[in-house]
């Protein structure tokens, strides 16, 4: 081999130059997207959070009874506060029950003794939709599902409630 040295020509110093530079464009370019698939991995999620609704487990009673509480709720840099609802009793067995009001059927609300045709039941006007009071669908209406439950936690004396929890249907 001979000992000179490999002169570099004008054409590929500016080949190598506009591509290092290119490469380096594309990786800046690439960092925003891979930014925002990575981050919601990595922060702390704020699901599962109870909140107080603002009812005593004392003003409980064995008859469903709704409730309407607001949640704090951060998308990016706008703050809402969006409002939850919960049909809240106690069973036979003095454990609290708090069901969620969006029929299973279609999202409807349903109400409580809603129909005078059947009464104790939680009714859907919607597409004549039943449940019975523990929340469980009448066999024979739209429901194919149970209404969700609501996570739940007692602090002094207080009643909080958090995400919904599916139940496994009739």
């Given at each position: 081999m001979s000992d000179k040295k490999?002169?570099?020509s004008r054409r590929q110093f500016l080949n190598y130059t506009l591509t290092g530079v290119g490469g380096f464009m594309a990786a800046g370019l690439l960092v925003s997207?891979?930014?925002?698939a990575i981050d919601p991995v990595l922060k702390d999620s704020a699901s599962g959070e109870l909140v107080n609704v603002g009812i005593s487990v004392d003003d409980i009673t064995d008859v469903p009874t709704r409730i309407d509480w607001t949640v704090e709720q951060v998308d990016g840099w706008y703050k809402s506060e969006p409002s939850r609802s919960a049909w809240v009793y106690k069973d036979g067995n003095g454990d609290i029950v708090a069901l969620s009001p969006i029929c299973t059927h279609l999202g409807c609300?349903?109400?409580w003794e809603g129909?005078?045709?059947h009464p104790d039941h939680f009714y859907c006007p919607c597409h004549d939709g039943l449940y019975t009071?523990?929340?469980?669908?009448v066999p024979g209406t739209p429901?194919?599902?149970?209404?969700p439950t609501f996570e739940q936690e007692i602090r002094d004396?207080?009643?909080f409630l958090g995400n919904t929890i599916d139940r496994e249907g009739a």
């Open positions: 490999q002169q570099v997207p891979l930014r925002m609300v349903v109400s129909s005078d045709a009071k523990d929340g469980v669908n429901p194919l599902a149970p209404l004396g207080m009643l």
